[in-house]
């Protein structure tokens, strides 16, 4: 079964608005911060349904290095990411995506 990844688009914005942001302070910074949603995007395609089901029907990872949740619904074969929230701000804002 082949799954497909596919962005919330408020969920995109948070990437690209988030990477910006350290790419501004470093550009090393911003490019790693990529790198670790690209990784994260990569653990939840291998093992989907590993992380338990958390709020709002969701399931969430962390990003390693960066104050970020990754959260994300299965449905059949696709994965929405319906958010890259940072985690000391807005808790749940996203729960109606």
Same mark, same amino acid.
């Given at each position: 079964?082949?799954?497909?990844?596919r962005?919330?688009?408020?969920?995109?914005?948070?990437?690209?608005?988030?990477?910006?942001w350290?790419?501004?302070?470093?550009?090393?910074?911003?490019? $790693? #911060?990529?790198?670790?949603?690209?990784r994260? !995007?990569?653990? &939840?395609?291998?093992s989907?349904?590993? /992380?338990?089901?958390?709020?709002?029907?969701a399931?969430r990872?962390?990003?390693?290095?960066?104050?970020?949740? $990754? #959260?994300y619904?299965?449905?059949?074969?696709? !994965?929405?990411? &319906?958010?890259?929230?940072?985690q000391? /701000?807005?808790p749940?804002y996203?729960?109606?995506?």
């Amino acid at each position: 079964m082949s799954l497909e990844v596919r962005f919330h688009p408020e969920a995109e914005k948070e990437v690209l608005t988030s990477a910006a942001w350290y790419m501004e302070r470093s550009p090393l910074a911003g490019q $790693v #911060f990529l790198l670790e949603i690209d990784r994260v !995007i990569n653990q &939840i395609l291998e093992s989907p349904s590993r /992380r338990p089901v958390s709020i709002h029907g969701a399931r969430r990872i962390l990003l390693p290095r960066f104050p970020f949740s $990754v #959260f994300y619904r299965v449905s059949g074969d696709l !994965i929405e990411i &319906i958010a890259v929230a940072h985690q000391s /701000r807005r808790p749940g804002y996203w729960q109606f995506r």
